[in-house]
């Protein structure tokens, strides 16, 4: 996976000679060098970067060499790490041995050495690697139990997240809000070779246009007005590991053309700045809209289409699963009581018909939620009654607006009822946004020219205008 990969190595030094003579003799064995001069530098390289090694000086102006090691070797158990301390520091490089450094290099000391000994430890934690990568192929079974279902539809899905998880493809989910996107490509990360790395997502549709770029590939310090520092993007935060490109669909179109190179080349700029720097990273990006349809209208490239597409997952919204409902319902009843500590209860009868027979317009995010309002609203009761269940789903699309009705022996005069009732509904959504057209045609769900068609009829054109 990583055999043709230089290596990236930090160098932790003050001394700026030495600091250049390492870098020139690392890049010269094969590897790829950053620096950092101070303490603190290292820390913020390595809580932005997964480094295969790092060499720290013992003694750093600012914090001890230890503390580096310590934080590197806590956030990447894996990392190679080498100490280097001053004359007579036998003591200082047993302490850095314990604490999880592979090797340490007494000042002064032979440039060639430093390459052997990182050469040799990565290639002894790649063989590490391999070997738990096959015993993991060989005896684990693929896990996927936080995804709840077994309808047809579901089982398509874990049948192709068992075959594809292992692998490096990228992978394009396609699905309705809520339906799950995000929760199964984490799991696909999890049940990769790359669980131990980070997973880190990204939406294109939560951050402003202008500042998408930069979020996703970086940036320098100065790039651009309130770059106060530079920055890490999110391709290189992700590398070794996975990251989730949510929303793809809302990104616009010039973003496009650059992600579609950082695909194709494997490799980010900076914004800023013109070298490129490579990255491995698996991409998995989600959708819920429809691609082709947005390639056919001119809104999303072809080639960055085809580029994402190669393992398309469709996730099937709620209502053409209904059999998982039962199934879901009792999960997340069971998950809502853990969580709040509260004795396990069950969903009455009344209540499981109930939610079956709703149409789910938010998926099983909303159905979610649903539970989670019912446990709260049931109290003490074991068994949750249909009462506790939201309102919405109780009278979908009704809430509370229309009061019960009651009908007179002697009947009603429905048209004349029906305007009345369209009338108060009208005024009080113009009452409401002091006489605003346009917000009170959103309230109630109408475009404005039906609206305007409607007061003209119901004759409250002069008394909404006067109001
Ligand atoms: N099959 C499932 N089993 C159990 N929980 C699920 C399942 N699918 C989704 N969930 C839960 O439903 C919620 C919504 O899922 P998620 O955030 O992954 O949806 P999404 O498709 O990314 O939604 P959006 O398009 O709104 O971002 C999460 O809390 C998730 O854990
Ligand atoms: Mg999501």
Known sequence: MTANHRPVVLVVEDE???????????????????????????????????????????????????????????????????????????????????????????????????????????????????????????????????????????????NVLELIAPRNSTVLIHGETGTGKELIARTIHHNSPRADQRFVAFSSAAIPEGLVEAELFGHTRGAFTGAVASRVGRFELAHRGTIFIDEVGMMPLPLQAKL?????????????????????????????????????????REDLFYRLNVIPITLPPLRDRREDIPLLVRHFVQKSCKSNGTASKTMSQFAMRRLMAHSWPGNIRQLENAIEHAVAMSGTEKEIPESALPEEILSPGTRQVVPLMTIPDEGINFTSVVSQVERELILKCLEKTGGNKRQAARLLNLSRTTLIDKLHRLNLLQDSSAA
């Open 16 to 158: 700026a000679d030495l600091r250049a003579l390492i870098e020139e003799s690392l890049v010269a064995q094969g590897f790829d060098v950053q620096l950092a001069d101070t303490g603190a530098q290292a820390l913020e390289r390595l809580s932005g970067y997964a480094f295969d090694a790092v060499v720290i000086d013992w003694r750093l102006p600012d914090i001890v060499g230890l503390a580096v090691l310590d934080a590197g070797l806590d956030r990447y158990p894996d990392l190679v790490a080498v100490m280097m301390t001053g004359v007579g520091g036998v003591a200082e490089a047993v302490a850095a041995m314990r604490r999880g450094a592979v090797d340490f290099l007494i000042k002064p000391f032979q440039l060639s050495q430093l390459a052997r000994v990182l050469q040799n430890s990565l290639d002894k934690r790649r063989l590490r690697q391999e070997n738990a990568e096959l015993r993991a192929q060989l005896h684990e079974r693929y896990r996927f139990d936080t995804i709840v279902g077994q309808s047809p539809a579901i089982r398509q899905v874990f």
């Open 260 to 300: 579609l190179r950082a695909l194709q080349e494997r490799e980010i700029e900076r914004v800023g700045e013109s070298r490129s720097i490579k990255f491995d990273a698996r991409i998995i990006a989600a959708t819920n809209c429809d691609l082709r349809k947005l390639v056919k209208e001119g809104a999303f």
